[in-house]
């Protein structure tokens, strides 16, 4: 059931995103959200709007972990629009691990003031919505979305298209090195290859506006940026 789900999923977004709307309690965000057919990938990417997002979370596993910020900017034109970026607090409803304070400057009193999970998925859909979404390492956000969904809505799945900073890094390494090391691929690593300014890491809107600025340096070194279609990136 679970492999159907996602056959119907990919190659049938429509029909998948119409099935979902037929379950209850859905919120008005996630209703519109799933009303609006995702971006056809033979869309050129300068014709696009990406929600450049981040994350941070207790730990990476989504079934036991929590989100405790959220972090997201936007690219229109090609071009980051700095007044679009924001930084969202999420009570997880639990007091943090002392790592998750040293790794994320966070402590429970900064979190109380935080919104609900479900407040913050509800503004996740609003800004998503007909828009490409863009990380570095879509596992975290991916995973981390999806249960969020499970758990709110009991939908698995979140029909949406994502790409991958890392991912579209590793394809052209593999292309010319062939061996990749983990290293390699991290977000202040790749930006130093490409000639991007230092950042202050484990802010989720900071971390979420680096990403958005190599994602545009990635873009740029494609070349021909104006015949680019999403499902060449």
Not at 43 to 71: P, Q, R, W
Not at 208 to 221: C, G, H, M
Not at 227 to 232: G, P
């Amino acid at each position: 059931m679970k492999d159907l789900c996602i056959v119907v999923q990919r190659f049938f977004p429509k029909y998948y995103q119409k099935s979902l709307l037929k379950k209850p309690n859905l919120s008005k965000p996630l209703i519109d959200y799933l009303s609006t057919p995702l971006i056809s990938q033979n869309t050129l990417i300068e014709e696009i709007e990406f929600l450049v997002l981040d994350f941070e979370t207790t730990g990476l596993n989504a079934s036991k972990e929590k989100i405790i910020s959220i972090g997201y900017t936007v690219i229109k034109n090609l071009h980051l629009l700095a007044s679009s970026s924001r930084h969202l607090l999420v009570n997880p409803k639990q007091l943090l691990k002392e790592e998750n304070v040293s790794i994320h400057q966070l402590t429970d009193d900064n979190l109380q003031q935080g919104v609900s999970l479900q407040n913050a998925m509800d503004e996740l859909f609003s800004v998503m919505r007909n828009r490409v979404v863009v990380v570095h390492f879509d596992k975290i956000e991916k995973n981390f979305i999806n249960h969020a969904c499970h758990h709110l809505y009991q939908i698995n799945r979140l029909p949406m298209i994502m790409l991958d900073t890392l991912q579209i890094e590793a394809r052209k390494m593999s292309r010319f090195q062939g061996y990749i090391q983990g290293d390699n691929l991290r977000l202040f690593t790749l930006r130093n290859k490409y000639n991007l300014p230092r950042y202050k890491a484990h802010n989720a809107m900071q971390d979420a506006i680096a990403t958005a600025e190599l994602f545009l340096a990635q873009v740029d070194y494609m070349g021909e940026v104006k015949s680019i279609k999403l499902h060449q990136v």
